[in-house]
């Protein structure tokens, strides 16, 4: 039987229709934007050719791009003045926007479930940066104060973006704003959002590195154990962190040439001198290359725990385990071999132990 051509494409353009792929690229308006002012479409990733796409703003501040990308990603909407808005794009339909030029942000989101979350972040930090210059307007409260209500805006700023990410940990727009909370304080916001994503989305390159720096700082993160560090001692054999355990220990990366190091001793003996008896130790892991140097640094500032090294300067083991940029640098381990703490010296040292072991 013959079928009319004219049939098929009208069956295959309302096919079409019915399943939304009615636009490609995403369209919107823009509000309270400079008269004939154009905007461009970036690809945040192309350091080379970062722009995709560059449209005027019509009359009643109507914008469309036609860039239809290959697969889910992260755009910057780019104003002439340098305003940039970070957008997600799809294939076939990205939805609608509505973008308020004069402060940068989203307000109004159309069939895009990314770009709402955005928005919701958008209006997070928003309401922050508000709050934070009418305390730092006010005329009424000392220094001291201001700096206090600050420092209680960030916790709560933080907070409600830490909510909605893990309650929409599934959307992409997530995978950018856990950008805004560290890494080793909300650990587990960024592994729940990224163990997520990477079933959903198991091909995509930018959750494929976030996964793998993720992995990479679990090693490190506080809660986490310490990773098991065995180099020779000083009388030639073999000694692990994990002989420690029971013990309150403090790695102590540092070196017989490191002057900082060298100045920090005798705190470091006066600490644990002081708090041994409470069932605190060291473990001092050396980046010296010469044997003799270590040695005598060790029994000229009276460091009398034990140490470790493989004399291979920078390129100590040990070193690239931690992911030691310079030292003096420690890390404190409590008694099961869980990481507590990194980079504390002197009084915020001291206070950590005296929280650790005293209360």
């Not at 002012?37 to 192309?46: A, K, Q, T, V, W």
């Not at 005798?266 to 892991?285: A, S, W």
Request: hydrophobic share 40%; net charge positive.
């Amino acid at each position: 039987m013959k079928i009319d051509r004219r049939i098929i494409i009208g069956v295959c353009f309302l096919f079409a229709c019915c399943l939304g792929y009615t636009q490609t690229g995403i369209k919107g308006t823009v509000i309270n934007s400079v008269a004939k002012d154009s905007i461009s479409l970036l690809n945040p990733f192309n350091g080379q050719s970062p722009q995709l796409e560059k449209v005027a703003i019509g009359k009643k501040g109507t914008f469309e791009f036609k860039y239809n990308p290959p697969n889910i990603g992260f755009y910057f909407i780019a104003f002439s003045d340098k305003k940039t808005v970070l957008v997600v794009l799809k294939p076939n339909n990205s939805g609608q926007i509505e973008i308020d030029a004069s402060k940068g942000i989203l307000v109004k989101t159309v069939n895009s479930e990314e770009n709402e979350l955005l928005k919701s972040a958008q209006e997070i930090l928003a309401e922050h940066l508000g709050k934070q210059t009418t305390i730092e307007q006010a005329t009424d409260k000392s220094a001291a104060q201001k700096q206090l209500e600050i420092q209680l805006l960030e916790v709560s700023k933080l907070e409600a973006l830490q909510k909605i990410i893990l309650k929409h940990a599934d959307n992409y727009a997530s995978l950018a704003l856990i950008e805004y909370l560290s890494s080793d304080q909300y650990l587990t916001t960024h592994d729940s959002v990224l163990s997520t994503l990477i079933k959903k989305y198991p091909n995509d390159h930018f959750v494929q590195a976030k996964s793998q720096e993720l992995e990479s700082s679990k090693k490190l993160a506080i809660g986490y154990p310490a990773p098991e560090i065995t180099l020779t001692d000083t009388a030639g054999n073999l000694f692990s962190l994990s002989s420690l355990k029971g013990k309150v220990v403090l790695i102590d990366f540092w070196a017989s040439w490191c002057r900082p190091c060298r100045m920090e001793n005798p705190n470091v003996v006066r600490m644990y001198n002081t708090y041994k008896q409470y069932g605190f130790d060291i473990l001092g892991v050396s980046l010296d290359r010469d044997r003799d140097s270590w040695l005598q640094a060790i029994n000229k500032d009276s460091l009398t725990w034990n140490h470790i090294s493989d004399l291979k300067y920078w390129q100590s083991e040990a070193a690239a385990t931690y992911g030691v940029r310079g030292i003096p640098f420690t890390v404190l381990v409590d008694k099961d071999g869980k990481i507590i703490a990194k980079g504390l010296r002197g009084g915020a040292l001291e206070q950590k132990l005296k929280e650790v072991l005293l209360q």
